[in-house]
């Protein structure tokens, strides 16, 4: 799959402003300010397809992209405290809705971050995938912020996890690009329908 030949196609803010499912589609799920940006950039080897933000809630929308004969779905990061109860309303709605309509949905990338345990919103949308039998693959940003010691204590906790319960996790950078090729490797395959 040429993951260069990449584009922007639409931004939803509503149910009824998704694109037509008519295309497989790898989705990207994780909380406010994780890295899901950053990352959809390093797959496709671009600085700014996907809009990066410091500040986290930034990202209202489900943003559709189109990468060669598949469709990167990334989705609004949950979590974010300053977001009006209205607004994380929507949010939920717009996230729902869009599990919910039968779309093409071949593999979810979670991304959560390496140095911390897991947040109790991450902890529902990975019960959500495993209830509602979506394929997914944990991705775990920010590896390169950590020393060898947290690493390895991470790992450990992350092994516990996923590894132990038959799930596939991997550290991931979008700075160093460590297992970028590897989350390559694996939506080709899931696209591949």
């Known amino acids: 799959m040429n993951f260069q030949n990449c584009s922007f196609e639409s931004a939803a803010a509503l149910q009824k402003q998704l694109l037509p499912s008519d295309l497989p589609e790898i989705v990207f799920s994780g909380r406010s300010n994780v890295g899901k940006s ?6 496709v080897n671009r ?4 809009r990066t933000s410091s500040s986290p809630g930034k990202t209202a929308t489900i943003n559709f992209y189109r ?10 990061g949950y979590g974010y405290a300053k977001v009006s109860f209205a607004e994380k309303k929507r949010w939920g709605n717009l996230i729902e809705g869009y599990f919910s309509s039968g779309r ?3 593999l979810v990338v979670q991304i959560v971050d390496m140095r911390h ?3 109790k919103d991450d902890c529902n949308m990975i019960d959500y995938l495993i209830a509602n039998q979506f394929p997914f693959v944990v ?17 450990a906790y992350f092994e516990e996890l ?5 799930y596939l996790w991997l550290p991931v950078s979008a700075a160093n690009g460590e297992n970028v090729e590897l989350l390559r490797e694996i ?3 899931h696209s591949e329908i």
């Open 38 to 43: 950053s990352l959809i950039n390093k797959l």
């Open 187 to 189: 939506i080709t395959k």
């Open 104 to 106: 093409q949905i071949q």
């Open 139 to 155: 991705m775990c940003t920010k590896v390169d912020k950590l020393n060898r010691a947290q690493r390895e204590q991470q790992s």
């Open 47 to 50: 600085k700014a397809l996907a």
């Open 67 to 76: 990468v060669d004969r598949c469709r990167f779905v990334d989705l609004p």
């Open 162 to 166: 996923f590894t132990d319960n038959g």
């Open 117 to 119: 345990a897991l947040s």
